[in-house]
């Protein structure tokens, strides 16, 4: 016979007896044994504590959400970014397209603002230095979204242009 | 600044080895020239160097962009991992003639000066090899940095 079989037997057994000698009732360990009470009760705590962990990682990340409520531009420069985000290969080279929050397109356009001052052919630091004294958000980071999207692109001369075709797609 | 070691170690020999500058050099030498490389996390804003600083440092680019600002108004960016911050490109007669400023977050590794010559000097293979590399980088990157008092003059830069 099975081993399996014969400990389901033997169970059965076992349970006949114990309801022939106390009159039909099982109590304590015995009761749990002969009911699966073991096996039900560690799916129920593995329930809860399964619940427990998921409602706390809820809460950890809910000043994300409280975030994105208190500044919805977020979410729609999120989707936008992660829509359009693509590389061009254009000529060996990338280009990156980048969908600009609102505060970044009055950047760019103090920015254009700036450039129209110097040069057609102008000095980066130049520019990058006029833009720190004008008081410009990030003057760093956001020349680098200006060359990253080509906006402001080398005349392989040490100089730089302002190209006003994609500084305008840009801003729009 | 972290010392490079288990896999900054492995970064650093990827991107020499990616590297137009250093890019030909074998095995061994990457290895060696590897072992004189410090990391440094590099943020927007960031100053590497300063015009008429003594120059005692040489940087490759591990990632982010950098802007390598002349005197005469003129700017170069690097934005390779494996451009090369170095020689006449950064100095002359030990000091800084460029300034070098961070427009996006990243890192760079960063190599002696003078280590980095004394390894020139003493391997005159390496040497040919970087030199060579190096003169091919700046006619693609930088013309117009170019060095005109005539190549091999170590001490100039």
Partial sequence: ?172 | MNKLCGESMRDIKEILKKSKVFGLLDADSVKRLAGMFDQWTIHPGDILTNSGDTAHTFFLLGKGTVLLAMDEGKAIVLDTPGDFMGLELLSAKGKYKTSLSVLEEGSVFALSRQGFMELIREDSAMAETIMDAWQEYLDAKAPFAKNNEGPGLLQQF
């Fill in chain 1, 1 to 172: 016979m099975p081993k399996r079989l014969l400990q389901k037997t033997m169970k059965a057994r076992v349970f006949c007896n114990n309801f022939k000698s106390g009159g039909g009732h099982l109590y304590g360990l015995e009761s749990i044994n002969a009911s699966n009470g073991w096996a039900i009760s560690i799916v129920g705590i593995s329930i809860v504590f399964s619940g427990l962990v998921s409602l706390s990682l809820v809460i950890s990340q809910l000043y994300k959400v409280l975030a994105l409520y208190e500044d919805p531009s977020k979410i729609t420069a999120f989707f936008k970014s992660k829509k359009s985000k693509k590389v061009d290969e254009k000529e060996g080279e990338k280009i990156i397209t980048i969908v600009l929050t609102r505060s970044q397109k009055e950047t760019v356009k103090q920015f254009a603002l700036l450039a129209r001052t110097l040069d057609d052919h102008f000095s980066l630091p130049r520019l990058l230095h006029l833009a720190q004294i004008s008081g410009i958000k990030d003057p760093y980071p956001s020349l680098n979204i200006l060359l990253k999207m080509r906006i402001v692109e080398s005349d392989e001369n040490g100089f730089f242009m302002w190209k006003n075709e994609v500084s305008d797609r840009a801003v729009r």
